[in-house]
């Protein structure tokens, strides 16, 4: 027979927090009535709404998959590590065989880059991709994408030819990080770091924009960072979740970090997907009551023992990402690479959201005055130039 909990005891515990028609669920209800005019902000993995309080429509803004220049920009920074995984699956397979799968997805990865080179134009980031923060940069990124398509090419035509070009002696000395005078004349570390740098540069610049024009009162403000974001271990701590620092640093630090909240597993939403006028009215009652569930036990904790001291939430950037201390620290940004992808904790884009954010702060939200290591200082061959 399996156990089951006296019933009186169950009866207890329930009595507390755990139904809708415990204290706890009625103090989170009783507060949600005070607090029905402070706006919510609810972040996910992909897309950012604003529920403004007392029954006023959300407002939703994207800032990945289904935004100008994402994809393409992810797909550039994308291709060096395509080769990588390709020259981990050389090593493990012991086979360069004509019926290895390396080789396989080599020669459709080829197929795909020639498509891209062949695509990538100024016409393309002017007019159709057409996204403000790259205003100006545009033929520095053509020349950028044409040269990571060339490099890139180069690398697996030469290892489909002699496999022994697919290890990572090879790809580090001629492809990752060649010395000056070896290999490609821009190390592909450049290359991602460059391309995270310019995809996130549009992120803060335009959901920050978004937000201030809000004219939100950030003092009342509640701010929640649900569902998954990236790998399903990354983004979960305030540290980790580059949301969290971009909302904070958008209020101009007005914003508690406290009242910032990462509930990787609330439930999420999706542009593409959105519920009708019910279906957003209960999702935000939702949000606003997880919210302040969370936030009960911190106002009762303050009342409850006034005499011991308290915690007090301080936040941290990145996880302790090394700092660059200016455009030619490629050692920092090196290891910045290495740190998200070793650190499962780590969303992609932490290797360069810290950053990107001071920077744009620094330079009074002007992208253009925004140095971004491996594109600023860095002169990419112009296109048509191989």
Not at 188 to 215: H, K, P, S
Not at 227 to 242: D, M
Not at 337 to 360: F, G, H, T, W
Request: aromatic fraction near 10%; charge should be negative.
């Amino acid at each position: 027979m399996n156990y089951q909990p006296d019933p009186a005891f169950a009866g207890l515990f329930r009595a507390f927090t755990s139904d809708p028609q415990s204290i706890g669920g009625h103090l989170s209800v009783q507060m949600a009535e005070l607090t029905a005019r402070d706006p919510i902000i609810v972040s996910t993995g992909s897309d950012i709404v604003l529920f403004p309080g007392d029954g006023a429509a959300p407002k939703i803004e994207s800032f990945r998959k289904s935004t100008r220049g994402f994809i393409e920009l992810t797909a550039v920074s994308h291709l060096p590590l395509a080769l990588a995984y390709l020259a981990r699956m050389r090593e493990l397979a012991g086979n360069d065989g004509a019926e290895a799968q390396w080789r396989t997805d080599a020669q459709r990865l080829l197929g795909h880059v020639q498509k891209t080179r062949e695509a990538n134009s100024l016409q393309l980031w002017r007019e159709y991709v057409n996204v403000a923060s790259f205003a100006g940069y545009e033929q520095k990124i053509v020349n950028l994408v044409d040269y990571t398509c060339g490099a890139s090419l180069n690398m697996l035509e030469r290892a489909l030819q002699d496999p022994t070009q697919l290890s990572f002696d090879v790809l580090n000395a001629q492809f990752f990080a060649p010395r000056a005078g070896d290999g490609g004349s821009v190390p592909m570390n450049d290359v991602m770091f460059a391309t995270f740098g310019l995809a996130y540069l549009d992120i803060v610049y335009r959901i920050g924009n978004w937000l201030r024009e809000q004219r939100l009162d950030w003092s009342r403000a509640m701010a929640l960072v649900s569902g998954q974001a990236g790998r399903p271990t990354a983004g979960v701590t305030w540290a980790s979740n580059n949301m969290c620092y971009l909302l904070w640093r958008t209020s101009e630090r007005v914003l508690l970090p406290e009242r910032v909240l990462v509930a990787p597993h609330a439930p999420s939403f999706s542009v593409a997907q959105l519920p009708d006028e019910a279906g957003l009215a209960k999702l935000e009652r939702n949000y606003r009551l997880l919210w302040l569930n969370t936030r009960a036990s911190i106002d009762v904790a303050r009342e409850l023992f006034p005499d011991h001291a308290g915690y007090r939430f301080e936040p941290q950037t990145a996880d302790g990402m090394p700092p660059i201390t200016d455009l030619s620290d490629r050692t920092a940004t090196t290891a910045r690479l290495r740190r998200i992808m070793e650190d499962p904790a780590q969303l992609l884009s932490n290797c360069v959201a810290d950053y990107i954010v001071d920077k744009l702060h620094a330079n009074g939200n002007d992208p253009t005055r925004v140095p971004i290591p491996g594109f600023t200082d860095v002169e990419y061959p112009p296109k048509g130039s191989a």
